[in-house]
């Protein structure tokens, strides 16, 4: 899908080959974890969002989102006072997707409703979803 960039090995701070080598990719994302999931409650009727980590059969990559828990602006700031690129999506469906929809509604339910992100986190975490980790409880 061209609505997902996936960067591999190209931050300064990951040595070049490095992913590979260990057959890893990492996507460096965190708002789409709960666009994700709305998308798939809303257009599928399941409770459903991607894993921290996920195998890929075919190319025998391991995909892992160390930063899925990193809000976007957060991610964004951090580019901008360390001036790394940020590579803009090439997809020329990039802003006019179900994904952006899904994206833009979440924003504007977000004004209404303080907390809409932690809570739609929260309940990710406690529907012990497939390929996710186990909660543990403290």
């Known amino acids: ?23 890893f990719l990492f996507q460096l994302i965190s708002h789409e974890l709960i666009e994700t999931f709305y998308m798939s409650l809303m257009y599928e009727g399941r409770i459903h969002t ?3 980590v996920t195998y890929m059969d075919k190319s025998g990559l391991t995909l892992i989102r160390p930063l899925m828990l990193i809000p976007e602006y ?20 990039d802003g006019y997707t179900k994904r952006q929809y899904i994206k833009d509604m979440l924003h504007n339910l977000s004004k209404e ?14 529907a012990n979803l497939e390929d996710w980790p186990k909660r543990i409880v403290r």
Request: net charge positive; with cysteine.
């Open 113 to 126: 409703n303080p907390g809409l992100t932690e809570h739609s986190f929260t309940a990710i975490i406690n």
């Open 50 to 52: 991607f894993s921290p």
């Open 1 to 23: 899908s061209c609505e997902i960039t996936i960067y591999s090995c190209s931050l300064p701070l990951i040595p070049s080959g490095l992913c590979f080598s260990f057959r």
């Open 74 to 93: 957060a991610i964004k700031s951090f580019s901008k006072r360390y001036e790394l690129p940020i590579v803009k999506n090439q997809c020329p469906a």
